[in-house]
């Protein structure tokens, strides 16, 4: 990780868009500016929370280990998103789950203490953080539901949905973010071997298309009714 001494534009920013301006000046002397190389940890399941991250840019995947040698991507965060916030509790000191970047990715640290002084001094900050919380584990009750009772066809399609609607698509028709196919895997909670299989039965098929790491969806339709 590079630490930076620059100051970014504080506006578009998560955290003084939700703060009060009189709680500004703290932000810009605890704040912590950092670079994250692409495949680098920012940090890792069973390390001691140390603070919460807010991303700049970038993208990351949030996973835990899921049986031996296996790991479930249980989001994948971007600009605007929060990290290490599943690490706060009052019965551990350790995060719960990892995250390692995607891309180059820039992200805002606050370490615990102001953390939790910026939430006592911001209704507004606790409010939005809140929801941001009750999102997440909506999301995530949904997709153990998904899991539980979906084949891995049914998975993979809803997958490929949602990261065309998560990443945008780009201008050539491809979903906005380029995703390796053992990401892919891990997000739907499957054997790579399985999900290869089945995107090459779906290009076969006429509804997606691929370039390399690349995927385009042709026909949505159908995939929406394979779930």
Not at 32 to 44: L, M, N, V
Not at 53 to 62: E, S
Not at 65 to 90: C, M, N, P, V, Y
Not at 173 to 184: A, E, K, L, N
Request: overall charge neutral; glycine content about 8%.
């Amino acid at each position: 990780m590079k630490k930076e001494k620059d100051r970014y534009d504080r506006q578009p920013a998560f955290l003084y868009e939700r703060c009060m301006p009189a709680w500004w000046p703290a932000l810009d002397t605890q704040k912590k500016i950092t670079t994250i190389r692409k495949g680098d940890a920012i940090f890792s399941e069973g390390d001691e929370v140390k603070g919460v991250y807010f991303m700049i840019g970038g993208v990351v995947k949030v996973h835990k280990h899921w049986g031996e040698d296996k790991e479930l991507i249980l989001r994948f965060a971007r600009q605007r998103d929060i990290l290490g916030h599943r690490g706060l509790s009052t019965h551990s000191a350790a995060y719960p789950v990892s995250a390692t970047a995607l891309s180059t990715t820039r992200v805002c640290f606050l370490d615990l203490a102001f953390f939790h002084s910026t939430l006592h001094v911001n209704p507004g900050f606790l409010f939005d953080f809140m929801m941001f919380f009750a999102d997440e584990l909506q999301l995530s009750e949904q997709r153990m539901r998904d899991l539980a009772h979906m084949t891995v066809r049914n998975r993979l399609a809803k997958t490929l949905l949602y990261l065309a609607d998560h990443f945008g698509i780009d201008e050539g028709g491809y979903v906005g973010f380029p995703m390796s196919r053992q990401d892919i895997a891990s997000f739907t909670g499957a054997a790579y071997e399985t999900v290869y299989k089945i995107l090459a039965e779906f290009c076969a098929s006429g509804i997606i298309k691929t370039d390399g790491k690349k995927i385009a969806i042709l026909d949505a339709g159908r995939l929406i009714s394979e779930h």
